[in-house]
């Protein structure tokens, strides 16, 4: 699982619309004593307020052991301001946080953080409108029928009411703005516009151009100031999409389950963050608003940055924006108890596909002393390849697959450990080898060595996290949310440095004991709960309006941002190897490179490469086993990875540069004489079917699989795998052989890292002899008649469809246009598809088109689609999304603003130096020989509605190729038929598998479940 959270890692994040704000001033959508003024608070309650409200410690010039040299401050108000400055590129990261989240929420309204999270991108009564006196009763009115609805049970009077709100929200629309929040934004070029919500804290967050501090900060304080909870029907039907997402994750489910068990007197594990389905079926209205004015206040929130901003430019416009913001008194949110088990106890949760154990242990809250060395013992568990649970378990084996996990939140911890059961293996057994690992850590059965080599990657992790502004803010926002000073986090590192062997031991058995939580994941047919499909009358959109508030943020000048390329020579360079061309660029930041050795060879032209290639992680290197061989080349800070898919393949080595010559030497050793007997391929083989059988089994994979096979009928990617009983024939010297010949085929290196090209060019060039692999197959799509649909029943809440409007291959000279269709397709949450199909109808939770052109120029252009959304809502979201991408015109006030959001973009974007590698390969791929950004950026200037149209009228006529995964019994075929006609596919013919031996066989569900009501 990712280490690197944010209070608890959020389990999803949501890709909500956009908001604004500016100053708090009367309360229109929430009690008169929301919003007190200061008129109501003198300057003594103020300093009160401030003074029990647990702020942090003012930090005014960094420390000198802090090498992200934060800065902490703090508005008059008590709003707390962080900041790291990096000057690599002209953005900085930019987080509005709040001290609350899903454990904030009232008992009786689970779920109303997260939704108020969504509406905080409605607007205010200054934007998101364009007469919020005439829009205000109609606002008012759905915030008492959601009251009557409340205190409602009979259903013919609840739909009464709903309709109701229905004709209300309508009345709303006369007067909205929707999504204008998202739509200042992008014409400011403010891009990665987000929020999440957690246990502790929800978060707004967005990547600014440096030159629009003074418009970003109006905006989000105007927002904050007075909040207008408009088109809440809708964009609540939204919120019951993200939740048939949860009910369809068993990953959701078992996470659920554990945190219901370990905590079950406490909200962390008695609330969940989406809600439950009773409590979202009956918003809560007005808690949402009352939320709102306890938590929403100055002295309970922050304001983080990281990147091309400092405390003397930004202190005083974040004073000027936010300012205005009045302080409150905090109360504490309602208690739980929380308690470790004394004993087992056991949960069970029923999904289909794979069947896992997971076990927990409740640990410590954030700040505690044994926080460093429970960190250090993750690490020890579970390091990818070299912990406990991977030489124990993964390495030999025992089990398909197995990690350890780490949560930490303000009020508690816990720590634990997952696997994955291989096809009949009971999960008895799966606890038991998780818990010998445990017991063996217990016994203290680990040495100095490997303590220091876990110690090793943890800083070479923390280099790599100093690099990304967004990891910067995201490590300042923790530490607010958690109340800690950040000479409490400076010392965490300083002690995770110092935790030695016997620290990891004692928290072992001081924490990892009897008293666990054990969830088993069985496979089965779960029972879902019904959300029922609301009747909502779409929203009218009019992209013409705009708000007096968005024409005074446009109209704030702003020093343009000049735009940079990469040029060669400086930023990268080219040089001749033997096997082909090394692409290399400097490492600026720190001692830390990344080799890659890249092949356009995969399991299209050498079918058992990829399975070479996992063998080769669990073999070892002539006289050294596997785990010797993987912990020496731990030991050095190093990683080493593989990658193949149907077309290329890769050697990935990264890590401290004092690891590079010898590292290579190991990995050069470990090609050339791969250990592993009989033993290790049969286990690999047992492994990979289960592996196999449990993806065909998975949400994710099967849509991935339908879709390819829609769009490329037998070329699918998923149509060149071997089968079951070719890899259950490979010979090994087969195997060994396509590993000691791999570097012998011609292969692209890249290169980032301290030293110069030349210097390393003589390092890293591997192979001899090499052959040629031949040009990559160009993307070609099926060949239709007409439109088509592909369908394949899964039971679920939720349906996966995804299409293609086919083209040819894309003359260079259309590709800027390509891309402005896209923006104004779906580049933000203000373009075309996510309004229309989410903000005005509710139809899905996430919706996007793009035109792709393919990664060369040989490949098949289209543009492509994609829709989550309710089963029962697929006919008609289809339809709907299908009208607007067949549409030839396109609207020229909706295009000029993409074409000055990508303009902004362009000015703003820097290549990140640790990707620039790759993004010189994709260029020559696709033929440039220099960074086409220039000429793209001028052309995108200069595009017509007549250049993007004519790209339109080509995919009006084309036959749409469409794939669903869905369930059958909630999906109204008659109404899919008068789309296309309707091929029904079964999982099987999707991939290249083939019979399953005896024993790898799941037991299927049934075709047509029952609901529960």
């Not at 009367?26 to 702020?55: G, H, K, M, N, Q």
């Not at 998975?698 to 490329?712: G, M």
């Not at 669903?964 to 296309?980: H, N, P, Q």
Request: include cysteine; glycine fraction near 6%.
């Amino acid at each position: 699982m990712p280490r690197n959270s944010v209070a608890r890692l959020p389990a999803y994040l949501v890709v909500a619309a956009l908001a604004a704000a500016c100053g708090r001033k009367t309360a229109t959508t929430t009690p008169d004593v929301a919003t007190p003024t200061a008129a109501t608070v003198d300057i003594a309650a103020r300093e009160r307020i401030l003074a029990d409200s647990d702020l942090p410690a003012l930090l005014p010039t960094p420390r000198s052991d802090d090498p992200m040299a934060i800065t902490i401050d703090r508005l008059d108000n008590g709003m707390s301001v962080y900041i790291s400055t990096d000057r690599q590129s002209p953005r900085f990261a930019a987080w509005v946080v709040v001290r609350a989240g899903s454990r904030h929420d009232p008992p009786d309204s689970t779920g109303l953080a997260h939704y108020l999270e969504h509406m905080l991108f409605k607007g205010s009564d200054e934007f998101g409108t364009i007469d919020f006196e005439h829009e205000a009763p109609h606002v008012a009115r759905v915030r008492e029928l959601y009251a009557k609805l409340r205190e409602t049970s009979e259903p013919a009077a609840r739909t009464a009411i709903m309709r109701e709100i229905d004709a209300q929200t309508q009345a709303q629309a006369a007067f909205a703005v929707p999504n204008e929040f998202d739509r200042m934004y992008a014409s400011m070029g403010i891009e990665d516009v987000n929020a999440f919500t957690s246990d502790d804290i929800t978060a707004y967050i967005s990547m600014v151009p440096s030159n629009r501090l003074e418009g970003w900060s109006l905006v989000e304080a105007e927002r904050l100031a007075d909040p207008v909870f408009r088109l809440f029907y809708p964009e609540l039907e939204a919120v019951y999409e993200e939740k048939n997402l949860s009910l369809d994750d068993p990953d959701d489910q078992v996470w659920e389950a554990l945190n219901a068990a370990l905590m079950p007197k406490h909200p962390y594990g008695a609330q969940t963050t989406i809600g439950t389905v009773e409590h979202l079926k009956t918003p809560a209205y007005q808690d949402m608003a009352d939320f709102f004015a306890r938590w929403y206040v100055p002295n309970n929130m922050a304001i983080v940055l990281a990147g091309d901003i400092d405390r003397e430019t930004a202190l005083p416009q974040l004073q000027r924006a936010f300012g205005r913001l009045e302080p409150a008194a905090l109360a504490s949110p309602h208690a739980g108890t929380l308690a470790p088990p004394t004993t087992r106890v056991a949960r069970e949760v029923v999904a289909e596909g794979e069947e896992a154990v997971a076990i927990a242990w409740l640990t410590v809250p954030a700040g505690h002393p044994d926080e460093a060395a429970l960190e250090v013992m993750d690490r020890v568990l579970d390091d990818d390849t070299v912990g406990l649970i991977n030489t124990e378990l993964v390495l030999t084996q025992k089990l398909p697959d197995a990690d350890s996990f780490r949560v930490r939140n303000r009020e508690a911890g816990y720590v634990g450990v997952r696997g994955v059961a291989r096809a009949g293996q009971s999960l008895a057994e799966v606890e038991q080898l998780l818990d010998g690992a445990i017991q063996k850590l217990r016994r203290g059965e680990i040495t100095d060595a490997d303590v220091t080599a876990a110690k090793l990657h943890q800083q070479v992790e923390r280099k790599l996290a100093a690099e990304s502004s967004v990891v910067r803010v995201a490590q300042m926002a923790e530490s607010f949310a958690q109340h800690l000073q950040w000479h409490d986090v400076l010392a965490h590192e300083a002690a995770l440095d110092a935790v030695t062997r016997e620290d990891v031991v004692r928290v072992a058995k001081a924490y990892l004991g009897e008293g666990r939580v054990v969830v088993t994941r069985r496979h089965g047919t779960p029972t879902l709960p019904k959300i029922d499909k609301p009747q909502i009358t779409p929203v009218a959109i009019d992209s013409g309006r705009s708000s007096a508030f968005a024409k005074r943020i446009a109209a704030l000048p702003s020093k343009p941002l000049e735009p940079v390329w990469a040029v060669e020579g400086t930023d990268y360079v080219h040089r001749s190897l033997p096997a082909g061309d090394l692409i290399a660029a400097r490492n600026p930041r720190n001692d830390l490179f990344t080799l890659v050795y890249a092949f356009e060879r995969g399991e299209r032209k050498a079918p058992l490469l990829c399975h070479a290639l996992a063998l080769l992680d669990r073999s070892g290197a002539g006289a050294d086993e596997a785990e010797v061989l993987q912990k020496r080349i731990y030991a050095l800070g190093a990683s080493v990875s593989t990658r193949c898919t149907a077309e290329v393949s890769e050697v990935e080595i990264s890590g401290p540069d004092a690891a590079l010559e010898p590292v290579l030497a190991l990995v050069d050793g470990w090609l050339a004489a791969p250990r592993f007997g009989k033993e290790v391929q049969a286990d690999l083989l047992a492994n990979t079917l289960s592996e196999r059988q449990d993806a065909m089994a998975d949400d994710r994979t099967l849509a991935a699989a339908l879709d390819a096979f829609a769009k490329y009928d037998r070329r699918s990617a998923f149509l060149q795998e071997p089968s079951n009983r070719a890899l259950a024939q490979a010979r090994p010297k087969a195997l060994a052989s396509l590993l000691r010949t791999l570097f012998d085929h011609r292969h692209r290196t890249l290169y980032f890292g301290p030293r110069d090209a030349d210097a390393v060019a003589k390092i890293v060039a591997r192979g001899h002899a090499h052959r040629d692999v031949g040009e990559v197959q160009a993307r070609v799509f099926r060949r239709v008649d007409g439109p088509q649909i592909f369908f394949l029943h899964k039971q679920g809440a939720k349906a996966n469809v995804r299409l293609v409007l086919p083209q040819p291959p894309l003359p260079r000279e259309r590709r800027p246009a390509a891309e402005l269709l896209s923006q104004y397709l779906s580049g933000n949450m203000g373009a075309l598809v996510f309004q229309e199909i989410r903000e005005s109808r509710g139809l899905a939770y996430s919706a996007w088109s793009n035109y792709d052109f393919g990664a060369r120029p040989r490949d098949a252009s289209g543009l492509f689609g994609a829709v989550s959304t309710q089963a029962d809502k697929v006919p008609v979201a289809l339809t709907t999304f299908l009208g607007l991408l067949r549409s030839p015109a396109v609207q020229a006030p909706r295009l000029s603003e993409a074409r000055d959001g990508l303009d902004q973009q362009y000015r703003a974007t820097r290549l990140d130096p640790r990707w620039i590698t790759r993004w010189v390969a994709s260029w020559d791929e696709l033929g440039e020989a220099t960074d086409p950004r220039p000429w793209l950026w001028e052309h995108i200037n200069a595009a017509t509605v007549a250049d993007v149209e004519a790209l339109t009228s080509a995919t009006a006529d084309a036959p749409v190729i469409i794939s669903i995964v869905g369930d059958r019994t909630k999906i109204d075929f008659a109404e899919l038929r008068k789309i296309a006609p309707v091929t029904e596919v079964q999982a099987s013919q999707l991939f290249s598998y083939g019979a399953f031996p005896p024993g790898h066989e799941r037991p299927a569900g049934d075709d047509a479940p029952a609901q529960a009501e």
